[in-house]
């Protein structure tokens, strides 16, 4: 007599064996992130007395974190994730151990600290991925996969909300640079207790050749990533724009932003307890199109209360569309690709960061505020119109690129 299956719901998914366990050691390594990205600039800025050279180092590590990280995910499916991620972690560790050091005190080498921290990047392991990866094996069904993925992401939408504060509550009894410590020690903490959780699949046999990631159907699920990458960092540049030019007053800028979060992780929950019928594609396109028409129109809201609402409605749409691309990307993977899969999303929706900052740096001094809203809403939904047609098959050539990823 087979088991029944459990009803899907949020506290089903932490009730499968291992589940809770494996989780909470992946959020403990992933708040790592969330730590960094505040504690180096932060200890850069005060070792070389520049933030010039803050914004140097910080950049390098980002672009080695970021586009490196397809690379690495690689490794982590061709070897296992017990293999290949604990080895990342304690090199990743290593170095920011390093970079601490570097910057314990004024008058650290420019140089050193910017290779340094790009080496870490360059290490960082692909807990994300895995983690989601690990979702997809663990679920009964579809429906508890749906809302397991809404549950990573809600949570991780939460790990940088409070991993700032958490930097923020160190500098008081430490130096800026124990802020890249304790990053250093929540990674391999976490990862020691990810790998070693029962849930996770033993080492893979070795294989001549990789396989590559399916581009047709991945594709859809990165240009989506990209454009809300583009459009969410252009938020935090607009709305202080937007606080200067309407109001002298800018701390409520935190709460304004806030909203956009707390839309975000309340659609994410609302959105992975419906039994959707639509295709995962054409969930995503929605998504992502519906959160660029309520961008685009933010700037015209007349104060920054109204402006929080506009934002916590187009923040509902946040977690479901980044949940839809990473289920998206699981359904049209194989197993020997599951976690590049994931990291290719990754990679899409922080390269969209970088590039949404800069670009709406450069317009907000040369546009009016409301066409920049306007043009961050349009990006966001320009890629999901992309994302709907159809993908032409791959050529041997994109499909061989994909394989290097």
Not at 106 to 129: E, F, Q, S, Y
Not at 262 to 286: D, F, I, N, T, Y
Request: one cysteine or more; aromatic letters at 6%.
């Amino acid at each position: 007599m087979s088991t029944p299956l459990p009803r899907p719901s949020y506290a089903a998914v932490l009730r499968v064996p291992q589940a809770r366990r494996t989780f909470t050691a992946a959020l403990t390594a992933r708040l790592s992130y969330a730590t960094v990205g505040m504690a180096v600039p932060l200890s850069v800025t005060a070792a070389t007395g520049s933030w010039a050279v803050s914004g140097v180092v910080l950049s390098l590590f980002g672009a080695a974190t970021v586009f490196l990280m397809p690379l690495r995910a690689a490794l982590v499916d061709r070897h296992g994730p017990r293999r290949a991620l604990l080895p990342m972690s304690v090199l990743y560790g290593a170095l920011l151990a390093l970079l601490a050091a570097l910057t314990w005190r004024p008058g650290a080498p420019a140089a050193a600290v910017a290779g340094t921290a790009a080496l870490a990047g360059c290490c960082a392991p692909p807990l994300g991925p895995a983690m989601r990866a690990l979702w997809s094996a663990l679920m009964p069904d579809e429906g508890m996969a749906r809302r397991a993925y809404s549950l990573d992401a809600v949570a991780e939408e939460l790990l940088y909300v409070s991993g700032p504060a958490l930097v923020g509550a160190l500098l008081g009894v430490a130096p800026a640079a124990a802020g890249i410590l304790l990053s250093a020690a929540l990674n391999v903490a976490g990862t020691c207790a990810f790998v070693t959780s029962p849930a996770l699949p033993g080492p893979r046999p070795a294989t001549r050749r990789r396989r590559p990631v399916p581009v047709r159907g991945l594709l859809p699920a990165v240009v989506a990533a990209l454009g809300l990458g583009l459009a969410i960092s252009a938020v935090e540049l607009l709305v202080l724009a937007f606080a200067a030019a309407r109001s002298s007053d800018t701390a409520l800028v935190p709460w304004v932003l806030g909203a956009l979060s707390a839309g975000s992780a309340l659609g994410g929950l609302a959105a992975g307890a419906v039994r959707w019928r639509a295709p995962a594609r054409a969930r995503l396109c929605g998504f992502t199109a519906a959160f660029g028409v309520v961008l685009a129109v933010a700037g015209l809201a007349p104060g920054l209360w109204v402006l929080s609402g506009v934002l916590a409605l187009a923040g509902a749409f946040i977690a479901p569309a980044l949940t839809t691309a990473y289920l998206l990307a699981d359904e049209t993977a194989t197993q020997e690709t599951r976690i590049r899969a994931g990291a290719w999303v990754n990679t899409g929706v922080n390269a969209g960061s970088s590039a949404g900052a800069l670009a709406a740096g450069l317009l907000i001094d040369r546009l009016p505020l409301p066409l920049c809203f306007a043009l961050a809403g349009a990006t966001a939904l320009t890629t999901a119109l992309a994302a709907a047609r159809r993908t032409p098959r791959p050529k041997r050539a994109t499909a061989a690129l994909a394989e290097h990823g």
